[in-house]
Structure formats: C-alpha cells, structure tokens
C-alpha cells in the first residue's frame, strides 16, 4: 500500500526518511510540543533509519509542500501467544495546532495499520496515557491490557534466568544488535552491565533515580562487553509488568497514584488475528520495551 491517498485538501503517504524529510517532521513536533528538546535530525535518524528490526512505518498528511500531521510505528520482535513475531510501537504522533480536531490521527493510524497487516506484522502495541487511552480504544480497537506498575527501590525486580521465567503472553524479543541500538538512543542513552544470570540497564529518568530494567539473555542476544557502562545509582524506577506468577517487588513500594504524572497504560491490538487479546497476568515489560525514557 504505497500509493498516495487524496481528500479535497490533503494527500496522505507514507513516512519518509531523507534529511528533508526528518527536518519537516522535527519542526512539526517543535510545534507541537514546544517544551520537547529530544526531536532533533539525529534522534529521529536512529529512531526511524537506523533500527536494525526495520525504518519506522507510518503516514504522514501533506498539505502541498506543509506537513500537516505525523504518525509513527517503531518495528520490533516479540513474543506473543508462543510465537516470535513481527510487531511495532506505536509511538510518535503529532498533528499540527492549524489542522487539529479533523480526525488525522485516525486516519493515519489506520493507514499505518493496514499497510503493515500486508507487510506480515502480526500487532501493534503502545503504552498510552490517561488522556489517550480512551481513543486507542474506541477509535482504533485497541485492548487496555493492565496499568504498568511504577515502582521505587533497589536491587533487582526479582527476573528470572533465561529458561526459567514463566510462559508469556507479551515479551520483546530483541538480537544483540537490535538491543545495542536501542541502547544507542543519542537523547538517553541506555547503560548495562552483567549481573549474575542477568543484565541489567538503566536510563536517565527522575532526578532521585533511574529507569531500571533487567532481561534474562538467551546465547547469542548478550551484548559485547565493551557496550557495558557502570557508575550505578542505587535507587532504581521500575515502569513496566512481570508475570503474576513472578511478582515479588521485594525492596519496591509502588509510587501513590498522587504523585505520578499520568497513569500508564499497556495497549494491544492485533493485526493478524491470530491472537486476539493478551492475557494481562503473563506479560513481561519494562521501560526499554516503550519511549518514556
């Protein structure tokens, strides 16, 4: 599905991803989100061209030369239902101020999703704020799986070694390549080190701690070790869910719903079919599944 799409007033096509191309879109969310630094021509290079799972999909709509709104998946690996399959993230949108209130998000995300259900990906996820939650649901049929939990503490979240975990419903699945470029992120990088059976990485996030995930590594998925950084904060975030079955927390109270900024909501929609809805008690994720960090 390549071919542009006209309405009386605008042309939709897909994302592009030329230097003139990443420039339009960074002055879009300049626009948009005027108090947003990270969107510069390098950031969105490595987010949209440089992935090693695929360039971003998505649709843009054009207004002759003006770019009127934005809509982004990032490509990914997961494994879903028993399968590892092909997924994307849903992740940057941006309409902008002179053209909203049209229904451009929905159309652009129903043309990203109906061009990649013919590219082979089976679903697209997100995590979704409280104030966006309700239109990935009603307009786009997207499943509210389960609030991420948001905890503060220390140590580990309590991951089990590669093997011994419990059977997942949702887990991204990432090569060595894949999570060196995730870890790469020119705005934040992602620092990791071995621990035991286990790696662990950590990002920028609140000024009294950092965002803290930990993954169990098949052979083969390890990162070298000179991607290794150390100089570890001890109190930790955690934004993310672990299967029912594992769930201990121990050393991490979660944070009051008073004093975060916006609940955060795991979503789903399936674009093949083949798995309907997740089982929200079986889900691994952490902050380098999503963009808050």
């Not at 969107?39 to 207004?63: E, I, K, Q, S, V």
Request: hydrophobic share 45%.
């Amino acid at each position: 599905m390549t071919a542009d799409i006209a309405t009386p007033t605008l042309t939709f096509a897909p994302v592009r991803y030329d230097e003139a191309a990443l420039a339009k879109y960074g002055a879009l969310f300049a626009a948009c989100f005027p108090d947003a630094s990270k969107f510069t021509p390098a950031y969105l290079r490595w987010l949209y061209a440089d992935n090693p799972d695929g360039a971003a999909a998505g649709y843009d709509a054009w207004d002759g030369e003006r770019l009127a709104a934005h809509y982004v998946c990032v490509p990914g690996v997961a494994r879903i239902g028993g399968q590892d399959v092909r997924v994307l993230l849903s992740l940057n949108t941006a309409t902008h101020p002179d053209y909203q209130g049209k229904g451009l998000f929905t159309k652009l995300a129903a043309l990203t999703y109906d061009s990649a259900r013919e590219q082979g990906y089976d679903a697209v996820y997100g995590v979704a704020n409280a104030n966006s939650t309700p239109g990935f649901i009603r307009k786009l049929g997207f499943q509210l799986v389960r609030p991420l939990e948001a905890r503060l503490g220390w140590g580990g979240v309590g991951t089990r070694p590669h093997g011994q975990g419990a059977a997942v419903s949702f887990e991204r699945q990432r090569s060595a390549a894949a999570l060196a470029w995730r870890c790469a992120n020119p705005d934040n990088p992602v620092r990791m080190r071995r621990h035991g059976a286990l790696w662990q990485f950590d990002a920028a996030a609140l000024s009294v701690a950092r965002a803290y995930g930990e993954l169990a590594l098949p052979a083969g998925a390890a990162p070298d070790a000179n991607q290794v950084a150390g100089g570890w904060a001890p109190a930790r975030l955690f934004l993310g869910l672990v299967p029912d079955s594992e769930r201990r927390f121990t050393g991490y109270p979660s944070i009051p719903q008073r004093l975060r900024p916006s609940p955060l909501n795991l979503i789903y929609r399936s674009l093949s079919g083949r798995v309907a809805q997740l089982d929200p008690s079986a889900i691994r994720f952490s902050f380098l599944d999503f963009d808050a960090y």
